[in-house]
Structures are given as structure tokens and as C-alpha cells.
């Protein structure tokens, strides 16, 4: 498995001051909002990193739901009880 680079902080963005996270983070006394998530700096390269477990995630659904409808068939056909 490899290794995601570390996060390196970001500036201060002068615009996102006054964004409503930010706004409510300050009523509370926060100095900045403490809220996960948001906007990725490193967008491409996460993307990359997650696209092999995107494939693997939709592979292991139609596995799933194909194998029930296969084991549902089969049954059918053998006549055995559920």
C-alpha cells in the first residue's frame, strides 16, 4: 500500500473569512472552524490514491447482488427450499 504525502498547512484564505463556518466558529470562540471535511488541496492525487478502492468497491457490489441473483436462480431450478 503506499504512502499519502502529509498534509502541509494552507494559508489563511482572506475570501472564506466571512464563509458561514467560519462566521458561526467565531460566535462559539473558535478561532477557526474546527469542522472535517472541506475542500481538498491535493485533490488529483487523492483521487488517484482512491481510484483502485472505487473499482474494488463497485466490484465487490455486483459480486454481491449477481451472486444472489445467480444462488436465487439455482435454487429455483433445484428445487431447493429457502
Not at 470562540?29 to 483502485?52: F, H, K, N, V
Amino acid at each position: 500500500m503506499t504512502q499519502q504525502p502529509a498534509a502541509q498547512p494552507l494559508p489563511p484564505d482572506p475570501a472564506k473569512y466571512d464563509a458561514p463556518r467560519n462566521v458561526m466558529a467565531r460566535r462559539r470562540g473558535l478561532d477557526q472552524a474546527y469542522i472535517t471535511g472541506g475542500d481538498d488541496p491535493q485533490l488529483r492525487e487523492t483521487m488517484r490514491y482512491e481510484r483502485p478502492y472505487v473499482r474494488l468497491l463497485v466490484g465487490m457490489v455486483l459480486v454481491i447482488v449477481l451472486g444472489g441473483f445467480i444462488l436465487g436462480f439455482a435454487s429455483a431450478i433445484l428445487g431447493l427450499p429457502l
